[in-house]
């Protein structure tokens, strides 16, 4: 078989129900597009019957390769996996959840032959709840500030890759990322285009609202310390009211005399402040759990077998 020109990345973490119509409106776009091309799917640990489907399909798809985790390492490392063992020239990343539509992949192609390196969407008409809608809306926001990049839709993932960015991804070795911020890290050229979204296939989201906020924490910190620098900054700022309000008790002291009421007035305030620290040391113990995770230097992902690759 030729060298494939189009690597198609897919992560899929019990998706029994969407393979077969995944695969059915996906290889007739690839066929279509004349190219050789390959479709590597992570199996991340799946309990129902993924890996036995995609196993089945195996032997009648020879552009099919699979690679088998050892547990649920999650959607970023099946990808990171995935990227590895990739070879294609141009790389795309899609949701086995038919929520991406796979008829989109010729315009992402297009747009990376024209000479972008990275190739993000933004979703028209997204389908999901209103939660993860407004969410969303204002990860994209406050990423952008922090972070200094310029993405519209952090979360879609339909994308699209140069060779040489994923070859950068693939030198990377961090624990925990979020791969679209660390490809636009690497991308000299990105662009973004609009791309459709659908309703999800078969099954449900598999983020949990402690996943997501456990995600956006790897975005957040994973890619920027200014939330510990605007910390700082708050305790400067802090400090300097604290002195303006001692100096406005001595001078009140003088005039008015001593003050005696508003003793709960205090605790309000103590309150707010300890739950800022407090806020503060939860924070910097995100930094310092995840310099102990890089640390340890544990594999990131245990692959157990992979199949359809040449040897
Ligand atoms: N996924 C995965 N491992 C996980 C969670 C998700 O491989 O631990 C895959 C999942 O099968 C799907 C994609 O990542 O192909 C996106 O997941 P999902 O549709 O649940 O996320 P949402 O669209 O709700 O953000
Ligand atoms: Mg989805």
Same mark, same amino acid.
């Given at each position: 078989?030729e ?10 973490? &019990?998706?029994?129900? /969407?393979l ?7 290889l007739?776009? $690839? ?14 640990g =799946?309990?129902?019957? @993924? ?5 089945g399909?195996?032997?009648e ?10 547990? &649920?390492?999650?959607?970023? $490392? ?9 070879? #294609?020239e ?8 038919? !929520? &991406? ?20 969407t933004?979703?028209?008409?997204? !389908? ?15 990423? *952008?500030? $922090? ?6 839709d ?5 994308r ?7 070859? *950068?991804? *693939? ?7 979020f791969?679209?911020?660390l490809a !636009?890290?690497?991308?000299a /050229?990105? @662009? ?12 449900? =989201?598999?983020? =949990? ?6 995600l ?5 910190t #994973? +890619? %920027?310390?200014?939330?510990? !620098? ?7 700022l @802090? %400090?300097?009211? %604290?002195?303006?309000?001692?100096? +406005?008790l $001595? ?5 008015i ?6 003793? +709960? ?16 040391? #939860?924070?910097? #113990?995100e930094y ?18 992979v ?5």
């Amino acid at each position: 078989m030729e060298k494939p020109y189009i690597s198609i990345v897919v992560p899929a973490y &019990n998706e029994e129900g /969407n393979l077969k119509p995944l695969m059915e409106r996906l290889l007739p776009v $690839m066929r279509g597009m004349g190219k050789p091309f390959e479709i590597i799917f992570t199996d991340d640990g =799946s309990r129902d019957r @993924t890996l036995a489907i995609l196993k089945g399909m195996l032997p009648e798809v020879p552009e099919l390769k699979l690679i088998e985790f050892n547990g &649920n390492f999650g959607q970023h $490392m099946a990808i990171l996996a995935a990227f590895e063992k990739s070879s #294609g020239e141009i790389v795309i990343t899609l949701d086995a959840d038919l !929520q &991406n539509p796979p008829e989109e992949i010729p315009r992402l192609a297009a747009e990376i032959e024209k000479g972008h390196d990275v190739v993000g969407t933004i979703r028209l008409k997204r !389908q999901d709840t209103f939660f993860r809608k407004t969410a969303s809306r204002i990860v994209n926001i406050t990423t *952008n500030k $922090m972070t200094g990049m310029k993405m519209s839709d952090y979360g879609c993932m339909l994308r699209a890759y140069h060779r040489d960015v994923i070859d *950068n991804i *693939n030198h990377c070795q961090e624990t925990t990322t979020f791969i679209p911020a660390l490809a !636009q890290t690497f991308a000299a /050229n990105p @662009t973004e285009i609009e791309v459709g979204h659908a309703e999800r296939g078969e099954g449900e =989201s598999k983020y =949990s609202l402690y996943r997501l906020i456990r995600l956006n924490f790897d975005l957040m910190t #994973g +890619f %920027s310390v200014v939330p510990l !620098q605007l910390f700082a900054l708050m305790g400067i700022l @802090t %400090s300097l009211a %604290s002195v303006g309000f001692a100096l +406005f008790l $001595m001078i009140r002291r003088f005039i008015i005399g001593a003050e005696v009421e508003g003793v +709960f007035t205090l605790f309000a305030i103590l309150f707010f402040f300890v739950g800022i620290v407090i806020f503060g040391i #939860g924070l910097v #113990g995100e930094y310092v759990g995840r310099i102990y995770q890089e640390v340890r230097k544990r594999p990131r992902y245990v692959v157990r077998r992979v199949h359809g690759f040449k040897r």
